[in-house]
């Protein structure tokens, strides 16, 4: 069954703002929908929604809930025990659209929405196979390789987050503290930093000042981040 080609228009999507009253509203809609592609469909059978069964295919079982949500996705994960072709049928467009459709994408699961007497295919079960972003990994392994020690816990939350970048940073601003006013080229011997003069130039957290020209001590503002960073607050 092939995904409707067409693009529901926001003013379509906008009236879909409500979850039908039952369940039950979704199942004629998709009946219909299924009949009309030569499918022989029933309900409620051993436990699933909707069963479509055409010829020697594998049967098509469509899950029914009035909202998007884990308890529909746990369903339909079971069901791909049963048939490869599941579909997930909602009555209300999902607000995070994009997110839904790739989770549904990655689980190999369709989706649907019913609107009234039409639906919508939005997604069809497919295998999924996710292309790794290189650029992205490559980023991640640096980012990994560089940083000192492990000074964030996992889950941290609402907090600075002391990344390789804020590492170097961290030590341009303690050399300078501790030495006065200093080049970049100074800076890159004495603590290994590669990145000092782009660090300097771009100074992201205001902990810099240029006093001459390329020559630079810490700020006001970077004394007091320094003590902050080395009382161990966030």
């Not at 004629?28 to 499918?39: M, S």
């Not at 049928?89 to 990655?106: F, H, I, M, S």
């Amino acid at each position: 069954m092939a995904a409707a080609d067409e693009v529901v228009s926001a003013s379509r999507r906008a009236r879909i703002v409500e979850t039908m009253p039952f369940e039950t509203d979704l199942y004629a809609p998709v009946k219909a929908l299924l009949e009309g592609q030569g499918y022989d469909v029933k309900g409620e059978v051993c436990g699933c929604d909707v069963v479509a069964v055409r010829g020697a295919e594998p049967p098509v079982i469509v899950e029914l809930k009035r909202a998007f949500g884990l308890g529909l996705v746990l369903q339909g994960i079971d069901r791909l025990s049963l048939s490869d072709s599941v579909y997930l049928a909602v009555g209300a467009w999902p607000k995070n659209e994009g997110d839904v459709k790739k989770l549904c994408r990655r689980l190999g699961l369709g989706l649907m929405v019913v609107d009234g007497a039409r639906v919508d295919v939005l997604l069809d079960p497919l295998p999924y196979a996710p292309r790794k972003n290189t650029r992205k990994v490559k980023r991640l392994l640096g980012e990994h390789a560089r940083r000192v020690g492990d000074p964030t816990r996992g889950g941290s939350t609402r907090v600075p987050i002391m990344t390789a970048y804020r590492q170097e940073a961290l030590r341009c601003a303690e050399l300078l503290a501790a030495n006065g006013p200093m080049k970049p080229a100074a800076l890159r011997a004495a603590g290994a930093m590669p990145n000092a003069g782009k660090i300097l130039l771009s100074d992201v957290y205001g902990w810099f000042e240029r006093v001459e020209r390329g020559v630079y001590a810490v700020s006001p503002k970077g004394r007091g981040d320094l003590e902050r960073f080395g009382r161990g607050e966030g």
